[in-house]
């Protein structure tokens, strides 16, 4: 048995050790699979996982994670962006039972439930989304700029690429957003409404922020970047571009996209609701002071004289004529004609 050990060994030392290590997982060869494994470095495994990433060999990956590899190593790429972005959905779910970091991104500012989404995987979105052991800020809490222009920022986020291409698993997301309080049937409900109202949260602002600096690094004659860093010029900045966008609000994404079954969601409506009865005060305040100028205006033009019979007899005294009670039919305020 060891010399046939060994002869299968020789045979495969002429490929890539990697290589040989995956192939013997994949076909359970569990003696040739530790010899292989006992023979690599450190980065060749770490190159190792992410080849099993890459080729969705998820028997390869399980056997690495249980040797403690870094699930978060990058060697060639990451391993997480890469099993996403690929549709692999076990490979997915072992890195991130493996505590893997579920906010990492690419160059694009993609994390890997937005290259799952892109690449139109559901089953690897549904995977992330239902394991609980992972918080979902980690994966919502995350913006793109994608267009800067003079009406504001043109941004996306994973809720949104779920409302456009999966509205479906938009509205489970929805659903786990609103929890119940004391059990079922209780009829007390808390709202989590950040991701729909996100251009209020800091998250959004970070990263806009992030964006504007980049940005503005590129550009060397810019130095004046190191003095807005300091002050709040830059907040405010993106603070008045960001609400100058209403296209880029969640809402107006669902009427985009005529999404109306998460239009009628209990977390909109819920919002709205709470926007009204914040806002309902200065609405009825503003109405009233609209309403007094309106009276007062009314007033105003009822006991005014026309401007035309005013005009008409100032002409007439400057022209010494009496033409102004023939002209519009009241005599008694005519001004007389002088001899």
């Given at each position: 048995?060891?010399?046939?050990?060994?002869?299968?060994?020789?045979?495969?030392?002429?490929?890539?050790?990697?290589?040989?290590?995956?192939?013997?997982?994949?076909?359970?060869?569990?003696?040739?699979?530790?010899?292989?494994?006992?023979?690599?470095?450190?980065?060749?495994?770490?190159?190792?996982?992410?080849?099993?990433?890459?080729?969705?060999?998820?028997?390869?990956?399980?056997?690495?994670?249980?040797?403690?590899v870094?699930?978060?190593?990058?060697?060639?790429?990451?391993?997480?962006?890469?099993?996403?972005?690929?549709g692999?959905?076990?490979?997915?779910?072992?890195?991130?039972?493996?505590?893997?970091?579920?906010?990492?991104?690419?160059?694009?500012?993609?994390?890997?439930l937005?290259?799952?989404?892109?690449?139109?995987?559901?089953?690897?979105?549904?995977?992330?989304?239902?394991?609980?052991?992972?918080?979902?800020?980690?994966?919502?809490?995350?913006?793109?700029?994608?267009?800067?222009?003079?009406?504001?920022?043109?941004?996306?986020t994973?809720?949104?690429?779920?409302?456009?291409?999966?509205?479906e698993i938009?509205?489970?997301?929805?659903?786990?957003?609103?929890?119940?309080?004391?059990g079922?049937?209780?009829?007390?409900?808390?709202?989590?409404?950040?991701?729909?109202?996100?251009?209020?949260?800091?998250?959004?602002?970070?990263?806009?922020?992030?964006?504007?600096?980049?940005?503005?690094?590129?550009?060397?004659?810019?130095?004046?970047?190191?003095?807005?860093?300091?002050?709040?010029?830059?907040?405010?900045?993106?603070?008045?571009?960001?609400r100058?966008?209403?296209?880029?609000?969640?809402?107006?994404?669902?009427?985009?996209?005529?999404?109306?079954?998460?239009?009628?969601?209990?977390?909109?409506?819920?919002?709205?609701?709470?926007?009204?009865?914040?806002?309902?005060?200065?609405?009825?305040?503003?109405?009233?002071?609209?309403?007094?100028?309106?009276?007062?205006?009314?007033?105003?033009?009822?006991?005014?004289?026309?401007?035309?019979?005013?005009?008409?007899?100032?002409m007439?005294?400057?022209?010494?004529t009496?033409?102004?009670?023939?002209?519009?039919?009241?005599?008694?305020?005519?001004?007389p004609?002088?001899?």
């Amino acid at each position: 048995m060891v010399i046939l050990l060994d002869s299968l060994c020789v045979e495969h030392m002429k490929y890539n050790r990697i290589d040989g290590l995956l192939e013997a997982c994949w076909l359970e060869f569990t003696a040739i699979r530790d010899f292989y494994y006992d023979r690599l470095s450190t980065e060749q495994k770490k190159e190792a996982l992410y080849r099993s990433c890459a080729r969705g060999n998820s028997l390869a990956l399980e056997f690495l994670i249980s040797k403690r590899v870094d699930p978060n190593a990058n060697c060639q790429g990451c391993p997480l962006l890469t099993a996403a972005a690929r549709g692999h959905e076990k490979c997915v779910v072992l890195l991130l039972e493996a505590r893997a970091d579920p906010s990492v991104t690419d160059d694009r500012g993609y994390n890997g439930l937005m290259l799952a989404i892109e690449r139109k995987h559901e089953a690897v979105v549904k995977a992330m989304l239902e394991l609980k052991n992972i918080d979902k800020s980690s994966f919502f809490q995350r913006c793109t700029v994608v267009k800067e222009s003079f009406l504001g920022f043109t941004y996306i986020t994973p809720l949104r690429m779920l409302i456009k291409d999966m509205p479906e698993i938009a509205k489970q997301f929805l659903d786990s957003c609103v929890e119940e309080h004391y059990g079922k049937g209780s009829g007390m409900y808390e709202y989590d409404s950040q991701y729909i109202d996100d251009l209020e949260q800091s998250w959004v602002s970070k990263e806009l922020q992030n964006h504007v600096l980049q940005k503005r690094c590129q550009h060397p004659e810019n130095h004046v970047i190191s003095c807005m860093k300091k002050s709040k010029e830059l907040q405010n900045y993106v603070l008045q571009k960001r609400r100058q966008h209403p296209e880029n609000h969640v809402i107006s994404c669902m009427i985009e996209n005529k999404r109306l079954e998460l239009l009628d969601h209990a977390l909109v409506s819920e919002w709205i609701k709470q926007k009204w009865q914040r806002a309902q005060i200065i609405y009825y305040v503003v109405l009233a002071v609209y309403c007094i100028f309106l009276a007062m205006l009314t007033a105003f033009a009822t006991v005014s004289p026309r401007p035309a019979d005013s005009i008409a007899c100032t002409m007439a005294v400057e022209n010494n004529t009496s033409s102004c009670g023939n002209t519009f039919g009241n005599t008694s305020k005519c001004v007389p004609r002088l001899l």
